[in-house]
């Protein structure tokens, strides 16, 4: 036997208050008679005076401390272990973009049919049914296991709300397998076929739907220029209104008519150069509202300081200073001591015995007494360098160049190559101590590297490795659930990100920052970064998922079902309320008891 509320034991101690209070003697009055002749009645008593007196039999005290005891254990709540049959039905609840649409009865979405039906489902089950929820997601999650809690369960389903992404279904598939490990039946709602499972329910009706797939902008004759891509998944053609926002004034709008199953491209010229971001709408709306707005920012780039220590590079001056968001600055390799107040330092043939601490390092043939990379003697090549990527450092594969001679090294383990030749690495970028850095064990002038029409390219996407925003390749194109790797500035100190609802997040220090998980809003982000002199800021923007998710054309709206199994499981049964009859039945006892001996 077992106690649901051990702690009800706790009553037991009214067991030795009550001896206690049938120890105490009864204290009598001082009271004159009219005789001496009670005085030898009197005499049985003469002891009452005394505080104690001997514990004697009694039949009322035995009841009452029988009483207190089953007392106790009726508020320890005592239980059984039996076994009960049961059934144990798994939900798998799809919460993807689709299921927001409201084509349901009385303008319901398909994620508040599941959640009805699931809520009639538990409701309508025995007593000793057990349940439960998975929500199928792009990161799936288990919010109730293995519970027969049918009010806790009902709450839980009504707080369920879709997101703005999509359904990895195969990691959804293994965690509702992990749920279902003793004998649990799986029943998916969602609005998809899937052949995966054998019980699904399909939600909703074959719908027409009208999305913007994508918003993009780029640099125009006249301003920006804005491109909006306009998806029709429905049956005859439709006519909408597509609508541009800068910063969120009405900028202007476009009626388009679109042929089923086909894409238009709408384009926006004249954008103020001073935008921050945009929004497109289309109007009127659908039964599918989220996929109706789209967004669009990375607009504003702070330019970053480069400083060039060189005696004289014409190659490197003048490819940075071609570059759109540099601010490029120069000095000689005699002055190259305490250097500070840049976000990138290009060393050409030198290395200063103190490296800056606010900034990231490229090393162009650096001595080799460095204490960056230790380098070896010059050696011929014989063959073109060719290039290799790292991490999200891509470079064409087309580039080749020939070069005459580089200094021979191994590759240190925090860093990778990025050129090799005859076999060996003669450049490589990595990270070290918080610090990308990028070196290059060559003369660029034994080369004919600078003169490849690839070397600009090559500059550019090394400078966008560096400063990853500044590219707009990390911030460009996420969809709501996407885990981003935020780069900052080096010479940040703290960074924030303001949500499109306005709530404020700190994500560094410490630095790096962790990778950023909250994107479930759609709209328009802002990185703040500060260091110890000024603060920037630049946005980004998050949509929602509308592949595979704004086509809400069915082929079939069937329902599938298997028969529930139900298993013996060990559950505890309480007693208390046999318990709680005893005791009435003693109380009756000692009541009568009490009577007669008065």
């Given amino acids: 036997m077992r106690f649901f509320q051990p702690l009800g034991f706790l009553a037991l101690v009214g067991i030795p208050i009550l001896i206690l209070m049938y120890l105490l003697k009864q204290k009598y009055k001082e009271q004159e008679v009219s005789s001496l002749f009670l005085w030898k009645k009197a005499e049985s008593f003469s002891m009452a005076q005394q505080p104690f007196q001997k514990l004697k039999k009694n039949l009322l005290m035995l009841l009452q401390i029988v009483t207190i005891f089953f007392l106790a254990f009726g508020l320890a709540n005592p239980y059984i272990m039996g076994g009960s049959e049961s059934s144990h039905t798994v939900f798998g609840i799809d919460c993807s973009l689709s299921m927001q649409a409201k084509d349901g009865a009385e303008g319901k979405s398909r994620l508040e049919e599941a959640k009805t039906q699931i809520k009639n489902q538990i409701e309508q089950s025995p007593p000793n049914a057990i349940f439960s929820i998975v929500l199928l997601q792009d990161t799936p999650m288990i919010i109730s296991n293995n519970s027969t809690d049918k009010r806790t369960l009902l709450k839980e389903i009504e707080k369920i709300e879709a997101t703005n992404g999509g359904v990895n279904w195969e990691n959804s598939k293994e965690l509702l397998q992990l749920a279902s490990e003793e004998n649990g039946q799986i029943s998916i709602f969602t609005d998809q076929q899937q052949t995966m499972f054998d019980n699904v329910t399909i939600l909703g009706k074959s719908s027409q ?10 640099q125009g004759e006249n301003g920006w220029q804005a491109l909006v891509k306009v ?25 388009i008519t679109i042929e089923s199953g086909k894409n238009i491209d709408v384009i926006f010229t004249g954008i103020p150069q001073e935008t921050n971001s945009l929004t497109a709408t289309l109007t009127p709306e659908d039964v599918l509202t989220a996929d109706d707005r789209a967004y669009d920012g990375s607009f504003s780039q702070t330019k970053k300081k480069v400083l060039l220590v060189s005696n004289q590079n014409i190659f490197l001056e003048k490819v940075y200073s ?37 900034g990231f390092y490229i090393f162009w043939n650096p001595p080799n007494d460095n204490t960056i990379v230790p380098l070896g003697a010059q050696k011929q090549i014989t063959e073109q360098v060719t290039t290799q990527g790292y991490g999200n450092l891509t470079f064409a ?50 080369s004919d590297f600078a003169l490849q029409k690839e070397f600009p390219i090559f500059i550019y996407n090394l400078q966008n490795w560096f400063f990853e925003q500044s590219g707009q390749k990390s911030l460009e194109s996420i969809e709501s659930g996407q885990v981003l790797e935020i780069s900052l500035l080096p010479e940040t100190k703290e960074a924030f990100v303001f949500f499109p609802s306005g709530e404020k997040v700190k994500i560094a220090p410490p630095f790096p920052p962790s990778p950023f998980t909250s994107t479930e809003q759609t709209g328009i982000y802002t990185l703040t970064q500060k260091s110890e002199t000024e603060e920037s800021s630049n946005t980004f923007a998050v949509n929602a998922k509308t592949a595979g998710e704004s086509d809400l ?21 309480s007693i208390q309320n046999f318990v709680i009859l005893f005791l009435l039945l003693l109380l009756l006892l000692e009541w009568k008891v009490n009577c007669n001996e008065h």
């Fill in 231 to 255: 998806s029709y998944f429905g049956g005859n053609e439709i006519t909408k209104t597509v609508n541009l926002f800068c910063d969120g004034k009405a900028f202007d709008r476009k009626e």
């Fill in 553 to 573: 054309r069915q082929q079939q709206t069937e329902t599938t079902q298997t028969i529930q199994t139900k298993k013996v499981i060990k559950v505890g049964k």
């Fill in 397 to 446: 594969d087309t580039l080749t160049f020939d070069i005459e001679k580089a200094k021979s090294f191994i590759v240190p383990t925090w860093a990778a190559p990025i050129l090799e030749a005859d076999g060996k690495a003669i450049a490589i970028a990595g990270e070290k101590n918080g610090k990308k850095m990028a070196v290059f064990a060559f003369d660029i002038h034994d």
């Fill in 209 to 218: 739907n009208t999305a913007i797939t994508l918003l993009s902008h780029s």
């Fill in 322 to 358: 071609l570059l759109p968001e540099v601010e490029l600055y120069k000095t000689d390799t005699e002055h190259i001591e305490q250097l500070k107040g840049y976000s990138l330092y290009i060393f050409d043939g030198v290395v200063p015995e103190i490296l800056p601490e606010d």
